[in-house]
């Protein structure tokens, strides 16, 4: 039996923002998922160049920094530009060209606000994960030796497959590495081990509630992007109200 000294970090996982206040946010690093779309917008914009992004929980307060500072702001409400915004959250859209050097203000309808959340619940760090960056985040994880909440921001408080599917990845990966006492962490990886060969063609198969609205919108090309792994793969932090590249 490992002493207490050495005993394994936890590793928990959390299918919705509603559930997180039944976790020990303040003991944890928490992970931030929203695959579709803003955590793949954030790993891929700052892959690309940017300066870092402020997330924010408001399109109210987005509009207002964009006012204030020489900032793009961008968001997006229910899978579209918010009102009031140039730019969404599509991740093709940030190219290095586009972005290099350029601080971004982000809102979106699940991510900022969950990420506003943990800090809220004095969370230990807040890092951004996606399959665009799954190994980064990995082997950040692994290395740290700390509790480990992986945070779905699912969709408007409904859990997603998506985000489910990301926090399977993860387990799968760092499983060892961790103690685990968690179903939400068995029903990740389960559903993970059973999509992982086409992750598209599952989300498909099963009619997802967020890739039949974003095919709707004829967002194919985001979905794909959104659920290849590693075309981004930089570890995302958040510090003093930004998020950088570590």
Not at 103 to 113: A, I, P, S, W
């Amino acid at each position: 039996m490992k002493s207490e000294k050495n005993k394994l970090p936890s590793l928990n996982t959390c299918l919705s923002p509603s559930l997180l206040h039944l976790y020990d946010v303040n003991r944890s690093i928490v992970v931030i998922i929203d695959v579709l779309r803003a955590t793949s917008t954030i790993a891929t914009a700052l892959y690309n160049g940017a300066k870092s992004i402020i997330p924010v929980d408001s399109v109210a307060e987005c509009i207002k920094l964009g006012k204030q500072m020489d900032v793009i702001t961008a968001g997006e409400r229910d899978g579209k530009i918010a009102d009031g915004l140039k730019y969404g959250n599509t991740p093709l859209h940030y190219t290095r060209e586009f972005i290099k050097g350029k601080t971004l203000v982000l809102t979106t309808t699940n991510g900022t606000r969950l990420l506003h959340m943990a800090l809220a619940e004095g969370a230990l760090g807040v890092i951004t994960g996606s399959f665009c960056n799954l190994s980064a985040v990995c082997h950040y994880l692994e290395t740290q030796n700390k509790n480990v909440i992986l945070a779905c921001a699912a969709w408007k408080d409904r859990v997603n497959i998506e985000d489910t599917l990301f926090a399977g990845a993860v387990i799968s990966k760092i499983k060892k590495s961790f103690q685990q006492n968690c179903d939400a962490s068995q029903i990740a990886e389960t559903l993970y081990l059973e999509a992982k060969n086409d992750l598209f063609g599952f989300m498909k198969n099963k009619k997802a509630s967020h890739y039949m609205r974003l095919m709707g919108y004829g967002l194919e090309a985001d979905i794909r992007y959104c659920l290849t792994a590693d075309n981004a793969n930089a570890l995302v932090v958040y510090e003093s109200g930004r998020l950088f590249l570590h």
